[in-house]
């Protein structure tokens, strides 16, 4: 794993980074109240008393938003606390009704933990990286202040207040922004595989609080910022290499760097100081009186280890030893979750048309899953979500390549035609009149035509020019129209050629 270094006029800096990310936990009510959660409501049109802090209204906790932390610790291999105890963290703002956030920071629900990261997909071998995980707490979310709705005026909406989040808070452990990058995507897989949240960071269910401090190689942390709220995997990126090199510019010019907030302003590529960071004595941390400590028994925990599914990196390993998959094919293919389902319906569907087992059919499934559609629907615009085509309709185009039906060639236009009208390989190959030729009279016949019209390269493969091979075979195709079996002309040719 190379080192990412940023070189100043005085010498070497290295950069530490860490993220605390806020997740929204996949639940349809909130953290202490019956609000609805969904997204894009009319402001204000999800707010019980509760979330609005009317005097005398009590939070009562949602059982589900534990469920769902408490699977995602899992995930991490996390270390589960049975006792946990909510502390209320003391601040005025316009968009906290209650002048407090009910969190965790004395006794989180989840401990330590990890994640491991790859950083170039194409070559995973000896490029891992463990990321350390410090903690996992539940608190409630905030509201929403609307600047743009009056021109004198701020709104406020409450929506969002009360949501329930997870904050991941991870150990200063990255140095690059690459290492940035890949520890978020790791952790949105996670979280979208586990369910426990959905991962839309364009909606604000996920975001970033991105720490950032620089030092000479070997020596002590340096201050670091906090930059909050960043929204996308890329946007963290350019906040890491941005702020790192603002406090490089700075430390080299004999300036100090302030322990601070910030917020970075994607359209001028800069970040901007918020206000001076806070501690944890500013907020006057106490324990809620009004809830009482969180005592978690093996029943419930069983429960929950029992409701994960594969997670990633297990199944990145059954992909490569059962079903043969490269290292790579097996990254992409379970990069998101809905992608990994995907594929394996259609690799069990392929097998069911071929009569084969999974392993025999995976790596044709792979290869034209991510070489062909995806290329396909890229082309289109569309995701994989949005392909018209189904896992069931792939298995039947690739059974019709695997029986010498069609050959690769053919297949591409298939599924041309099937992305645009919709309708079924076979119907496609039936209609069009394009099924693979394997008449050896008729390819024999092709080839001899080939061969007298090209005599002088046929002298000159004899001499030993073996590399005019494929010239013939591509003069085959061309004169069957690309309908002729590619294993019978290969044959017919080695011995028309011999």
Not at 194 to 216: E, I, K, L, T
Not at 241 to 269: C, H, K, M, W, Y
Not at 405 to 416: D, F, R
Request: hydrophobic share 40%; with cysteine; aromatic share 6%.
């Amino acid at each position: 794993m190379s080192e990412y270094r940023i070189q100043g006029a005085t010498g070497e800096w290295e950069v530490v980074i860490g993220l605390e990310v806020h997740a929204q936990v996949t639940s349809n009510a909130k953290l202490f109240s019956s609000s609805a959660t969904a997204f894009g409501a009319e402001p204000n049109s999800q707010v019980s008393l509760i979330d609005a802090a009317m005097p005398g209204m009590l939070p009562v906790l949602n059982r589900e938003c534990i469920r769902q932390a408490v699977r995602t610790g899992m995930a991490i291999n996390a270390q589960i606390n049975t006792w946990s105890r909510f502390d209320r963290k003391n601040y005025f703002y316009a968009d906290l009704p209650q002048g407090y956030q009910i969190s965790q920071l004395y006794h989180p629900l989840v401990g330590e933990g990890a994640i491991d990261i790859t950083l170039d997909d194409k070559n995973p071998e000896g490029t891992t990286k463990t990321i350390g995980i410090e903690r996992i707490h539940v608190e409630q979310d905030a509201g929403k202040l609307m600047h743009d709705q009056h021109p004198t005026m701020s709104y406020v909406d409450l929506n969002r207040s009360g949501v329930a989040l997870m904050e991941i808070v991870s150990r200063p452990d990255m140095r690059s922004p690459a290492e940035a990058g890949a520890y978020l995507s790791k952790l949105r897989t996670i979280l979208r595989y586990v369910g426990s949240c959905d991962g839309n960071m364009d909606q604000g269910s996920m975001r970033a609080d991105v720490n950032v401090s620089v030092r000479r190689p070997g020596e002590e942390f340096g201050t670091r910022t906090e930059t909050k709220n960043v929204n996308s995997v890329r946007f963290v990126m350019q906040t890491v290499e941005i702020e790192a090199n603002r406090q490089v510019d700075l430390l080299e010019a004999g300036g100090t760097v302030v322990q601070e907030t910030r917020l970075f302003d994607p359209d001028s590529g800069t970040t901007r100081s918020m206000r001076s960071k806070e501690d944890a004595h500013d907020y006057r941390y106490f324990p809620d009186p009004d809830l009482l400590p969180l005592v978690l028994d093996d029943a419930f925990l069983e429960d929950c280890r029992a409701s994960l599914p594969e997670l990633p990196d297990a199944k990145v390993a059954r992909y490569e030893t059962v079903l043969g998959l490269s290292a790579y094919n097996a990254g992409v293919l379970t990069a998101e979750v809905d992608t990994a389902r995907w594929f394996e319906d259609l690799v069990a569907a392929t097998a069911k048309a071929q009569g084969k087992s999974e392993a025999d059919v995976a790596k044709q499934a792979a290869n034209w899953l991510i070489s062909e559609l995806f290329g396909a629907l890229n082309k289109l615009g569309k995701a994989l979500d949005d392909s018209p085509i189904s896992p069931a309709a792939g298995a039947e185009l690739l059974a019709l390549i695997g029986d010498g039906t069609i050959s690769g060639s053919i297949a591409k236009q298939v599924l041309e035609k099937m992305l645009e009208t919709g309708d079924g390989a076979g119907v496609i190959v039936e209609r069009e009149g394009l099924k693979q030729e394997s008449d050896t009279g008729a390819i024999e016949a092709a080839i001899d035509g080939v061969l007298a019209a090209n005599g002088d390269k046929v002298e000159q493969y004899k001499g030993g020019k073996e590399a005019l091979f494929g010239f013939f075979v591509g003069q085959t195709m061309k004169a069957m129209q690309g309908k002729a079996n590619p294993q019978v002309v290969n044959e017919i040719l080695k011995q028309k050629l011999a």
